[in-house]
């Protein structure tokens, strides 16, 4: 008998997402362990996760935020993990796509950018709505790079939904410009 192939097989966006996911594991960072994954015509070109430079051990340097008795912290000193994904690549083909557990900052912003990056899809973000933030997103929209927010679907565990895109993307625009027209109509009613 000829068995019928699977149709709740994971998609591309999954596939990748969930990669970076589990590369995140990797982190030894205590607060926020975060993955990320390049891609190009579905081909993996390189993953990272946010951690300290090669030969600067977690014995020596410090996990914390804050730390008021002798000014260390770990922003200081880690890697976030996009770019960490980029440095891990051998080449990054213009155009390629980077699937991250959380919306880049500014700093990684810019190598994303100097590498022709033009579509990020990401879980989730700070939300802090603080002068990095700001800074990522006004870079982005400025380089067209298309950033796609990818929901959870709970009932399918690590399924994913697309659901809005923030900047570099005329389909917000549109959803503004529909948005409008309906208040428009609305007024008239
Ligand atoms: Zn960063």
Known sequence: MTQRARTDYANWNETFMNLAICISKRSKDPNRQVGAT??????????????FPNNCHDTVFPW??????????????????????????????DGSILYTTLFPCNECCKAIIQKNIKTIYYLEI????DITEYAAKKMLDSANVKCIKLNVNTEINNKFDEEIVLCGDSIYINILFILFILCLILNFI
């Open 64 to 93: 914390c935020r804050i730390n008021n008795e002798n000014n260390e912290n770990k922003y200081l000193y880690v890697v976030h993990a996009e770019l960490n994904a980029i440095l891990n690549s051998q080449n990054i083909p």
């Open 126 to 129: 700070k939300e802090e709505n």
């Open 38 to 51: 390049i891609v190009n015509n579905n081909k993996i070109i390189g993953m990272g996760y946010n951690g």
